[in-house]
Every structure is written in C-alpha cells, then in structure tokens.
C-alpha cells in the first residue's frame, strides 16, 4: 500500500510538469520503477503503458480547448510512430547508459537554446508548410520518435521543441499537439511493442495510471491557463533539470 501511494504521488507530479512543459515524465517516473527494484526493461515497458493516461488526460483538456489541428496530429502520427516502433525493438541491445548520456546533453542543450533565444515560441509562424519542409519535418519526427520508443525519457521535449522550431507553432500549441500525439499515440504504440517484448509490473498500473491521467489533466489545464510565456519559462527549467540528471544519475 505505502508503494502504491507513493507510486500514485510521484506519477502525478511527473505528468502535471510533463503536460505542461511538453515533456520529461520518464525522468521521475521511470527511475522511481527502477529505484523500486525492477530492471530496466520492465520499468520501461510499465513507465510505457502509464503514460499513455497521461497522453489521454492531457488530450481531454486540449480537445477541449479546440486550439490543435487534426491535420498535423496526423501527420506526426504517420512520422513518429515507425520511429517509436522502430526504438521499442533496438533498445533491447543497446548500452542505455551511453544513450542516457547523450540524451541529457541534447536535453540540456536544448533549454540552454530557448533560454538565448527570448522570444522563440511566444507567438506563431506559418513556416515550412511546402513539400520539401514537410519532408524534413518527418525525417526529425521519426528520429525523435526512435528516440522515444528506445529510451522514453524527455523525448516530449523534443517534439515540443522541433514543433516551434521547425513548423513556427508557439509554445502552448506545440505543447497541445506534443500531447495528443506523442503523449497519447505514439506512447500507445511504444506501450505495445514494449509489452510484447518483456514483462510488465501490471500491479504497478493502477497507480500510475491514476496519476498520470490527473496530473496530464491538471498539467494541460495550467498550460492553456498560463500561456506561451509561462510554458517556455517552465520547458527551460525542465530540459534543464532532465538533461543533467539524465547525464549524472
């Protein structure tokens, strides 16, 4: 009982800071599993199936609010989930250490970028929109979608951030769609590779889903609430906090 509730508080503060920053749930989630005695495989495999609450508690609150476009959703579906699927089966050989690593620089380095760039993400931009933007948009989201199925740590932040970067979308739409499609789908498909590959701690669940679903909620509220500005504030202190955990844990 002490380690279901402590599941469920834990899970919750995770996904309140994930839906709103657009991402790092996995970097309190998934080293709690492991903290609490399961291997990595398993901890990745449960820590997978928990966020997808996240993606549906976050996408109740986002459809809500009408500001996503279906469209692009789709068409990040279409991109990112051959990459997830894709990072679900290679992670099994691979030194997940290293790749820690090497995400917490990227991570960092991406905060470190917003945080010199002052007004990236407060307003929307119509860019990169013809065939040959489109085609690179898709490369970029089926690495990062390679990246999330093989490590599901922060790969949120990505999405978020070649969303605003790359497609012009301000900070509170990027989060939005990072939810839905990431959050939700690509999350879905990663759960179910993953389950098919090693075990999951199914006793484990309840709690975790209960938290992730209101603190996606919750978080995605907070977001549309506080806007663009706010949400920038709180991706820098996240990335920040991800990328050097993930490199010094």
Excluded: C
């Amino acid at each position: 009982m002490i380690d279901q509730i402590i599941l469920l508080f834990i899970s919750w503060v995770a996904n309140i800071f994930s839906a709103f920053a657009g991402g790092g749930a996995g970097l309190i989630q998934l080293p709690l599993l492991i903290f609490l005695g399961l291997p990595f495989s398993i901890a990745l495999a449960t820590h997978k199936i928990a966020t997808v609450a996240l993606g549906v508690g976050a996408t109740i609150r986002h459809v809500k609010e009408g500001h996503t476009s279906w469209r692009l959703n789709l068409y990040m579906l279409l991109a990112g989930i051959p990459g997830v699927m894709l990072g679900a089966w290679y992670i099994i050989g691979i030194d997940d250490r290293l790749a820690e690593i090497a995400l917490g620089g990227l991570t960092l380095a991406l905060g470190i970028y917003s945080i010199f760039k002052p007004t990236l993400g407060l307003e929307s931009q119509h860019i990169h929109r013809d065939a040959w933007g489109l085609v690179v948009g898709g490369l970029g989201l089926f690495v990062i979608g390679f990246t999330n199925g093989a490590l599901s740590a922060g790969t949120g932040l990505f999405a978020t951030m070649w969303l605003v970067k790359w497609f012009g979308l301000d900070y509170k739409r990027a989060v939005g769609h990072t939810m839905i499609a990431v959050g939700l789908f690509w999350n879905a498909s990663g759960a179910l590779t993953m389950s098919m590959l090693t075990e999951v701690k199914w006793e484990w669940l309840p709690a975790l889903i209960l938290g992730s679903l209101l603190g996606g909620f919750l978080g995605a509220h907070l977001a549309l609430k506080l806007g663009s500005t706010w949400i920038k504030r709180g991706y820098e202190v996240v990335t920040i906090l991800v990328g050097l955990l993930l490199i010094f844990r």
